[in-house]
T-cell receptor
């Protein structure tokens, strides 16, 4: 079945460092890809998404490019801040009928800790 | 953005009792809601898909008689953990799907803050 694999954490960085969190996927169709973020004590929030190959999702300085040839959707940010400390989840979803997303399949999550 | 609430945020119950968790979409109507379970330091595992006015669809390995899901209205879904045992202790998270207005735009899922269940 479909699955998502992301790098294990925790990832500890100093403020203003470059961030990469790797994510690869296995899917039979053409899934939509997502990054969700979970701040301490809060629910998951959609960070960015991409719905087809070569799409780049971006938000709040974070970027990820849908790479069909390598089945990857790595998350990057050029300069992290302490406020970026959170758990990041990579996820995929089938398109479903009419473009609707169906159930989400999540990776195991990567804890990012940014130190001042 | 769309807001999803869960109640309670945490609950402690005794083994053998039942616990109900509510999931509400506050500013949109959700025809579909999802229930997830998250173990410590692990990812979210989908338990079931809840469709308004119909029976929930459970994932393989999830006991439907133990985890009762009711989606009686377009803004409310409930998860009842029946005859809870310590192994049911976990973090339960719901999400609600916003139908949106454009057919070709993937529907967003909005997540609640989660409910921490501890069974003693």
């Amino acid at each position: 079945g479909d699955s998502v694999t992301q790098m294990e954490g925790p990832v500890t960085l100093s403020e203003e460092a470059f961030l990469t969190i790797n994510c690869t996927y296995t899917a039979t169709g053409y899934p939509s890809l997502f990054w969700y973020v979970q701040y301490p004590g809060e629910g998951l929030q959609l960070l960015l998404k991409a719905t087809k190959a070569d799409d780049k999702g971006s938000n709040k300085g974070f970027e990820a490019t849908y790479r069909k040839e390598t089945t990857s959707f790595h998350l990057e940010k050029g300069s992290v801040q302490v406020s970026d400390s959170a758990v990041y989840f990579c996820a995929l979803s089938d398109r479903g009928y009419g473009g609707a997303t169906n159930k989400l399949i999540f990776g195991t999550g990567t804890l990012l800790a940014v130190q001042p | 953005g769309a807001v999803v609430s869960q109640h309670p945020s945490w609950v402690i119950c005794k083994s053998g009792t039942s616990v109900k968790i509510e999931c509400r979409s506050l500013d949109f109507q959700a025809t579909t809601m999802f229930w997830y379970r998250q173990f410590p330091k692990q990812s979210l595992m989908l338990m079931a898909t809840s469709n308004e006015g119909s029976k929930a669809t459970y994932e393989q390995g999830v006991e439907k008689d133990k985890f009762l899901i009711n989606h009686a209205s377009l803004t409310l879904s409930t998860l009842t953990v029946t005859s809870a045992h310590p192994e049911d202790s976990s973090f339960y998270i719901c999400s609600a799907r916003d139908p949106g207005t454009l057919v070709n735009v993937p529907y967003e899922q909005y997540f609640g803050p989660g409910t921490r269940l501890t069974v003693t």
